[in-house]
């Protein structure tokens, strides 16, 4: 916030509470032993006054497109790693410090660096492959494979064919790194004497010396340390003094026999110094540093680390925290002064039994294990491997009589098991004296089991999962201990498949394998069209000049307005008392219903939306009303103070499960069916029934919905510059709230933070309610929501349910299928019901299934109103469909690919389920591709062997193809529309209805439109887009944006062309400038609209026949994953992906939204899970609880294929939308998690089938794994 209203804008905030790393800034002090430190840390989690005496280095500090930019800005932007840019300048300011710290980095210092930079956009790869340009080895070939060998020396990728590439960028050119042209450290920033601050609420004091603290603390005994801040955070309501220690004790010092830990050094620091002594020490007598350190690589992000401190980490006495388990484990030791005295005490005794508050933790001292017969362990288990809190941690040491295996000593600790650090007392006790083998083994687990009691209301729930991975943790602390002691003492020997346990996953850098067509050698070198040309805004972007709605600087009296929300999920309103609110400083007003001039009920296709609850409120998160107040804090402040009172009303109910049972379901509801499944039935050798969960999704796109609306003072005129991804629907609906006519609403649409779906309807509500603040106050009035706001407010992707009865042959041949969909809604219908007439329209994916019926029901729901996401309902219709294929694959005894090869589409021509033709021919071609170039066959038998050896990590891999179409099947939105000027001077100015929001859909307008006019890409710009340069424009959605205005674009330019063409042909000496001056001399506008009227798509749902889309974009992927059957945790191991994108307008692009719309597909599949309380409230809110996909989640080998001669009839220049159809690939990780869980149940002689919901999170998979110690959880629980 300081920074913007410095005017620096470029550091992005996407949650406010470190868990993303878009504000990731770089932060310089002086420090006494290595002159001047450099950290790259959050600014959202640093308090102001903590940086006095610090230097704080933003984006816009290292370079720009005015001056000059710094070689790490332009890497990002040549390799194409920002697509919406939101994430980019937090990317650029964590690899700038890296290289500040170390100009000559591996490409694992990159991957540890950039695990807590969130990107929603790229799929990471590419923001590496820019980053590892700076890495001290050559330069490979972009194909080649892991150990830097160029595709051509690798059979596997490389290609025969001469017209194929896997450049997608060169570094030819690019500015070196030169550390010399680094900005110093300001020495005037040296400062050691007491600080004091005040502010509105809270007092500051930064001590002067140690003596000063203990002076302060023991004068402000409330008062809390404050440290790195990173538990903290946000201090509101504080108004005594935090005291912040400063520099004073952060010192450490390794010595031989342990190490002692200033309780103010942060995280990265005591990682350094354990690295060092693990050096020192080896390997036998550095055992705890290894513990620790296996932790810490894992703990939180390089950013949270960098300030994060030891002390805070242990005082903050959180189970979920990491640290506390291992160090009580290893007997470390506290220094503690409290009123006065100083103490030494254990952690477990001090974090159990005393009140921090009056404490000051001076120093830890950790042994490093230097004895010999000592052995020490950590382990955690979290949603995410990295970056992520843990769901169960735990510490374990021990001690054996010297030259045996009996146990002198035993300590086990877990945290996340209850409300704080638990000891295995008992289990202990009972073990010391016992012999290290199976009897212990066994004992151990049972008494485990009886003493660690997992609360039912642990925060987070799993009780069972958490109560499994305590008894797997002792399994592997026992495994790991008894292959030492095999050498030591002689053991009899672990079987080596059970040796799986014990190996690790490792996080590696993702490595790709790109392969492209290239434009034909006949096409002019000055046409961009079809080459992979680097992102129009990149540079802008990744220097944080690029504008978001957010970065605008405020108008003048400019207001803010914060919202208002339920806290009951269906009740009645009695009061609203805003008096509280209204009484605060900064105040200006309270808007509701009431204060709507226009509609506040509109009706959407029948069904009523409310832009405020008038009477009765539907879901926890509904907007009641609003505060208007001069300040952010203001408005949010006061808007915690309006006092709504409730009355209950019954029924409540949140899940599919329940709108079933009171039949509760929104209209219409639809059906489409072909063939007659009766007689499909009947001929089938077998029936199956069965059904699957899909979980919902939230966008999370980084940067969060919001606006600014401005009055005009003249006429009702008003203008909003707003993150829509329908700026003619945003348009309508303030117009229909306001009672003012469309053509006095101006939407200014610069550029999204990233959309996928989120931003079409919601916003527009967002912007009724700034819009009804702005009327009422006379002045602008800006809206931003906060993550947790937008989480609970604007919902995500419906969760589905399809259930399903299903006829195959012996073979595999499906004879008749029979789903029904059922989707969750939630509160009202926003496009639920085209999402899920998306569904039925997919759920053939490419199979010719001749009996098939579908019917799709939303079901009406207490819980906030789902809406569009990337797929719109598609993901979810073809997941369902692959799922029954993956189960009569499993019923046959036969391997999935075969089933889904013997069921596909393969006549040249095919009819779809509703009657639409079309030519599978690029499907299979993908579908063989794909199979060809992941090795599929090989692999599927390394994969048998690998899991005959290894009893608790297991394989999968699976294989899909996909068929998407492409377009809106309402047809009226499938047209375009767009502007083209000329100036005098030759450039070209576009304006187009589309809305960019990271796909590049500015950057392909701009090739069509230079391949056109002929003119240089440079030389044609695209402002913004504008209601009032493009009225009506349809959404930019379905895949459809660029095959809309890049066909209006085409037409517009083509109409100026046509009307210079005699001038050309006249002069045909002339530059395009003198020829532009010569039509402008001659009255030749110089301006031409474009349009595209697209398809007339439409189904008949009463016949199931149509033409829903305008064509097919097709694919096919395969995915390898690993997984730890104890733990559930997994590995994706490796992703080929073949995509028929046609003729593509720009390679790099569409590979990027291939890549980046699968590695979506991985969260929907595998992490993103959206939890609810019993009463309907959102609990996975923020980047703390809701886990999107990192670095540490992309496949080590992600290779992306686009197929070669590929054409469309249909399309802009014979390319096919892209955007949507690869998220669905996400399920192959999914199926092939499935493949592996078999493959455990299988050699536990469990049933193969067994049920498993989307996403496939590490509870799931471990519990799904069925063995000994999952089976006594169950027993007990
Ligand atoms: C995004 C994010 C992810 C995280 N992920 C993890 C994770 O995966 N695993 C994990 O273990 N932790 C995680 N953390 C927590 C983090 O490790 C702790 O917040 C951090 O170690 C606390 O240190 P601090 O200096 O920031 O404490 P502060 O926030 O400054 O203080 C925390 C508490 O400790 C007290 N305190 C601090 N120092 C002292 C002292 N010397 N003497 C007495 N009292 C003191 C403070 O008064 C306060 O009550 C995460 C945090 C964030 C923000
Ligand atoms: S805004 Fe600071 S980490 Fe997300
Ligand atoms: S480019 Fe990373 S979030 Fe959009």
């Not at 905030?13 to 790259?40: F, K, L, N």
């Not at 510490?395 to 704080?420: A, K, Q, W």
């Not at 292959?483 to 020997?493: T, Y």
Request: charged letters at 20%; proline letters at 5%.
């Amino acid at each position: 916030m300081i920074l913007c209203s410095v005017g620096l804008t470029g550091t992005k905030y996407g949650c406010g509470g470190g868990g993303c790393g878009a504000c990731t800034v770089m932060v310089s002090r002086y420090d006494p032993i290595q002159e001047t430190v450099h950290w790259s840390v959050t600014a959202c989690l640093q308090p102001i006054c903590s940086l006095h005496g610090a230097a704080v280095v933003t984006v816009e500090g290292i370079g720009s497109t005015k001056t000059k930019l710094h070689p790490v800005q332009e890497r990002i932007a040549k390799a194409h790693g920002s697509q919406c840019g939101f994430c980019t300048p937090g990317m650029v300011m964590s690899m700038y410090t890296l290289l500040r710290n170390n100009p000559q980095p591996t490409t694992e210092d990159i991957r540890e660096t950039l695990g807590g930079n969130l990107c929603r956009c790229t799929g990471y790869r590419p923001i590496i492959d820019g980053f590892k340009t700076f890495c001290n080895t050559l330069i490979s070939c972009q194909n080649g494979d892991r150990n830097g060998k160029c595709c051509m020396e690798n059979s596997n990728s490389h290609n025969n064919e001469s017209d194929i590439s896997g450049e997608l960028f060169s570094m030819d050119n690019v500015l070196p790194l030169d550390p010399t042209q680094d900005l110093i450290f300001p020495p005037e920033l040296l400062v050691t004497e007491r600080l004091c601050f005040q502010g509105e609420k809270v007092r500051w004091i930064s001590p002067a010396d140690l003596k000063d603290l203990i002076k302060l603390k023991a004068e402000y005994s409330n008062a809390p340390l404050l440290v790195g801040n990173t538990t903290i955070g946000w201090f509101q309501e504080e108004v005594h003094p935090s005291i912040h220690p400063s520099t004073n004790i952060h010192l450490t010092t390794l010595f031989y026999l342990g190490v002692t830990v200033g309780a103010g050094c942060s995280l990265s620091v005591l990682k350094d110094v354990l690295l060092q002594g693990i050096e020192e020490l080896g390997p036998e007598k550095s055992r705890v540093y290894q513990a620790l350190v296996q932790t810490l690589q894992c703990l939180a992000s390089k950013q949270i680390r960098n300030m994060a401190t030891i002390g805070g980490n242990i005082l903050s006495a959180n189970p979920k925290y990491d640290l506390s388990s291992i160090l009580a484990a290893a007997e470390c030791t506290l220094h503690i002064v409290s009123n006065g005295n100083a103490n030494i005490f254990g952690i477990y005794l001090y974090i159990i039994s005393h009140n921090f508050l009056f404490a000051i933790l001076f120093f830890l001292i950790a042994n490093p294990c230097a004895l010999q017969w000592e052995f020490v362990s950590a382990f955690r288990q979290a949603q995410r491997r990295e970056f992520s809190f843990s769901i169960v941690n735990s510490g374990m040491r021990v001690t054996f009589r010297h030259d045996s295996n009996v146990v002198e000593n035993l300590d086990i600790f877990y945290g996340g098991v209850g409300p704080t650090l638990v000891k295995a007392r008992h289990t202990c006790k009972e073990l010391m004296g016992r012999k290290w083998d199976e009897k212990l083994l066994v004992v151990g687990t049972q008494l485990l089991e009886e003493e660690i009691y997992v609360p039912p209301t642990a925060p987070g729930g799993q009780e069972e999962y958490r109560k499994a991975l305590v008894l797997s943790f002792f399994f592997k602390f026992y495994m790991q201990v008894t292959l030492e002691l095999q050498q030591k003492v002689g053991m009899n020997d672990l079987p080596l498949e059970y040796l799986s346990a014990l190996k690790p996953f490792k996080n590696e850098v993702p490595q790709a394998n790109h392969s492209f067509q290239l434009v034909p050698e006949t096409q002019s070198s000055n046409d961009p069209v079809g080459r992979p040309n680097v992102h129009q805004a990149a540079l802008q972007q990744a220097t944080g000049e690029a504008v978001y709605y957010d970065d605008i600087p405020s108008v003048k009296g400019e207001l803010f307005v914060s919202m208002v929300t339920s806290t009951r999920a269906h009740a009645k309103i009695i009061s609203i008392d805003a008096s509280m609110a209204l009484a605060m400083s900064g105040v200006v007003t309270f808007i509701s219903a009431k204060d709507v001039p226009g509609q506040n009920r509109r009706l959407w296709f029948n069904n009523p939306e409310e832009l405020f609850a008038e009477e009765e409120v539907i879901c926890v998160g509904q907007i009641i009303g609003a505060i208007v107040a001069e300040t952010r804090e203001q408005a949010k402040r006061a808007a915690e103070q309006v006092d709504i009172t409730y009355e209950d009303i019954q029924p409540v109910f949140f899940t599919i499960e329940e709108a079933i049972e009171h039949q509760s379901f929104f209209d219409p509801k639809r059906k489409l069916e072909r063939g007659n499944l009766e007689e499909g039935f009947e001929k089938a050798d077998h029936i199956l029934e069965g059904e699957l969960y899909m979980g919902g999704q939230e966008h999370f796109y980084m940067e969060t919905q919001g606006l600014i609306a401005i009055p005009k003072g003249e006429a009702g005129e008003l203008e909003l510059y707003v993150a829509s991804q329908h700026a003619a629907y945003t348009q309508e609906v303030v117009g229909i709230t306001l009672g003012i006519d469309s053509n006095k609403i101006t939407c200014h649409v610069k550029r999204l933070g990233g959309g996928f779906g989120g931003k079409v309807m919601k916003i527009a509500s967002l912007s009724a309610i700034a819009a009804t603040a702005a009327y009422k106050t006379g002045r602008a009035v800006r809206c931003v929501l906060e993550r947790e706001d937008d989480m609970l407010i604007t919902s995500g992707r419906s969760p589905f349910l399809g259930k399903y009865k299903v006829g195959y042959l012996n073979d595999g041949t499906i004879l008749a299928a029979d789903i029904t969909y059922y989707s969750n809604g939630g509160c009202t219908l926003d496009e639920s019901s085209f999402i899920m007439e998306k569904a039925l329209l997919h759920m053939d994916n490419g199979y010719k299934i001749p009996n098939l019926r579908g019917h799709g029901l939303v079901c009406k729901t207490y819980l906030p109103s789902y809406t569009a996401f990337r797929g719109f309902g598609g993901p979810q219709g073809l997941t369902i469909i692959e799922s029954v294929l993956h189960e009569v694959a499993a019923r046959c005894g036969l391997p999935a690919h075969q089933v889904r090869d013997i069921n596909m589409y393969k006549d040249e021509k095919c009819y779809t389920h509703h009657k639409q033709l079309f030519s599978p021919h690029d499907m299979v071609r993908c579908w063989n591709e794909c199979l060809e170039k992941s090795d599929y066959t090989h692999r599927c038998l390394s994969i048998k062997q690998f899991n005959a050896h290894n009893h608790w990590k297991k394989r999968g891999i699976s294989i899909v193809p996909l068929k998407f179409g492409i377009g809106f099947s309402k047809g009226f939105y499938n047209q375009g529309a767009a502007l083209v000027n000329i100036y005098k001077d030759g450039s070209v100015l576009i304006s187009h209805g589309g809305t960019e929001m990271g796909q590049g859909i500015n950057t392909k307008a701009i090739q069509i439109a230079s391949r056109i006019l002929k003119v240089p890409m440079s030389s044609i710009h695209i402002k913004e887009t504008c209601t009032g340069n493009v009225p009506n424009a349809a959404p930019s959605a379905a895949s459809f944006g660029t095959d809309a205005v890049g066909m209006a674009v085409k037409d517009g330019c083509e109409k100026l062309m046509r009307r210079l063409e005699p001038l050309i042909k006249k002069h045909p000496q002339f530059t395009w400038q003198q020829l532009v001056v010569e039509a402008y001399c001659q009255k030749i506008s110089l301006s031409a609209t474009g349009f595209f009227m697209g398809p007339h798509t439409s189904v008949d749902w009463e016949k199931s026949d149509g033409n829903a889309y305008y064509y097919f974009t097709f694919g096919a992927c395969c995915s390898e994953v690993e997984i730890d059957c104890l733990t559930g945790d997994h590995k994706n191991i490796r992703t080929d992906i073949v995509m028929d994108v046609g003729r593509s307008i720009n390679p790099a692009l569409d590979v990027g939204q291939v890549e980046g719309g699968f590695v979506q597909g991985i969260g929907l599949y595998t992490i993103e899970e959206l939890q609810f309380s019993p009463e309907g409230v959102l609990l996975t809110r923020g980047p703390s609880r809701y886990k999107i996909p990192a670095l540490c989640d992309i496949p080590p080998q992600l290779n992306v294929h686009l197929l070669r001669n590929a054409d469309n009839p249909h399309a802009i220049y014979s390319s096919k939308g892209i955007g949507e159809p690869p998220v669905f690939f996400g399920c192959t990780l999914f199926f092939a998690i499935k493949e592996a869980i078999a493959a455990a149940r299988r050699e536990r002689g469990l049933s193969e089938s067994f049920p498993f919901s989307s996403p496939a999170t590490a509870e799931k998979i471990r519990m799904a794994c069925e063995d000994c110690f999952t089976r006594m959880v169950g027993e007990h629980c």
